[in-house]
């Protein structure tokens, strides 16, 4: 450790010379102690504070000493292990199932509510994100790209109902073997246009499951083979409610309504596929979900090596000094040593702000 105004450091003379005031003192006192225990006769044994009042002005003391060192500017080189990052492709169900109620406001809003605060958790330095929306067929939305504006700017525009019209047959399917292809299919052009990175390849599937039109288990056979990790996030209740329906027409009978639900096992049986984890918006807070997610992930990125960063540590003796300030108050006996603790407060707070 080393210091960056290590001309501060002769200050330190001041609470060295009162820690030691303080030990002749604290000797003193045990010395009157046990005089005093000697010559007074009580029925009962007695118990004198080992400190007493001097346990206020060690905690000062101690305080003073931090605020001194933390004026030097310590820092430190640390070692950390870098890895080589995420790239994470959102496949977001935009079936007409997604309109239903059962969670509010709908399935929809509910999910891209979630994914603005994933899109939110990540840092954006070693993180890429892109977007794909899918029913009976895929719909690209957002590239792999590390600029959270372009990501935000479509997903603000993808309103308060999916794209995809209910006046098309195509939109009621949930076509999740289709989303995992395009998604494959992104990962090539992303390879085609910068390069093969070594960033782990990550698919997050945001669907209620319902009505698959074509075979899942062989584009998870092909995410496998590329290394990609499926990871599941089911919307909806199991519950379930009634899909909205086009108004019927004029002299024509009204449609049966239909019924959907979350589809908890089979999405369950993707994400383990998958080599991923499954995981429902409302079982926790979206940021914890988030942030799961990433964790996890992030566990089997490729390591690219060692970075060695200089790291401030004067944070940690403030954090110190507002400690014993705060334990000081315990042992505060008189209004005189409120007034010092007030004191040493507004020169903790003066060191941060010259600091900072």
């Given at each position: 450790m080393s210091f960056l105004a290590p001309l501060y450091l002769w200050l330190l003379a001041a609470p060295a010379l009162l820690l030691v005031v303080w030990g002749r003192q604290a000797l003193r006192r045990r010395r009157d102690a046990r005089r005093y225990a000697v010559r007074r006769v009580l029925p009962f044994r007695e118990r004198i504070a080992a400190a007493g009042d001097l346990a206020f002005w060690l905690c000062?003391?101690?305080?003073?000493?931090?605020?001194?060192?933390?004026?030097?500017?310590?820092?430190?080189?640390?070692?950390?292990v870098r890895d080589a990052g995420l790239d994470i492709i959102v496949l977001q169900d935009?079936?007409?199932?997604?309109?239903?109620?059962?969670?509010?406001?709908?399935?929809?809003q509910r999910s891209t509510a979630w994914l603005r605060t994933f899109a939110e958790t990540l840092s954006w330095t070693d993180q890429r994100l892109a977007l794909a929306l899918f029913a009976y067929r895929p719909a690209p939305q957002v590239r792999l790209t590390s600029d959270p504006n372009a990501f935000f700017f479509f997903l603000e525009h993808l309103g308060e109902a999916p794209p995809f019209r209910l006046e098309d047959d195509t939109s009621w399917d949930t076509n999740i073997e289709e989303g995992i292809f395009w998604g494959i299919k992104m990962l090539d052009v992303d390879e085609d246009l910068y390069g093969r990175r070594r960033s782990a390849k990550v698919f997050v599937v945001v669907s209620d499951g319902q009505a698959w039109s074509g075979e899942v288990e062989r584009a998870l056979e092909l995410a496998r083979d590329r290394g990609v990790r499926i990871y599941v996030v089911g919307v909806g209740t199991t519950a379930g409610g009634i899909i909205p329906d086009l108004p019927p027409r004029r002299y024509a009978p009204p449609p049966e309504p239909i019924h959907s639900s979350l589809d908890r096992r089979s999405l369950r049986s993707i994400a383990?596929?998958?080599?991923?984890?499954?995981?429902?918006?409302?079982?926790?807070?979206?940021?914890l979900l988030a942030l799961e997610i990433l964790s996890d992930a992030r566990q089997f990125a490729p390591r690219t090596g060692v970075q060695e960063v200089v790291e401030e540590l004067y944070w940690l003796l403030l954090a110190a000094a507002a400690g014993f300030v705060g334990l000081g108050t315990m042992f505060i006996t008189d209004r005189m040593q409120l007034w010092w603790q007030l004191a040493l407060g507004l020169g903790l707070l003066a060191v941060l702000v010259r600091l900072t």
């Open positions: 000062l003391i101690l305080a003073l000493g931090c605020l001194v060192l933390a004026l030097a500017r310590p820092h430190a080189v640390v070692t950390r935009g079936s007409t199932s997604m309109r239903v109620t059962d969670v509010a406001p709908d399935r929809w383990a596929a998958g080599g991923g984890r499954y995981y429902e918006l409302g079982t926790q807070s979206d940021q």
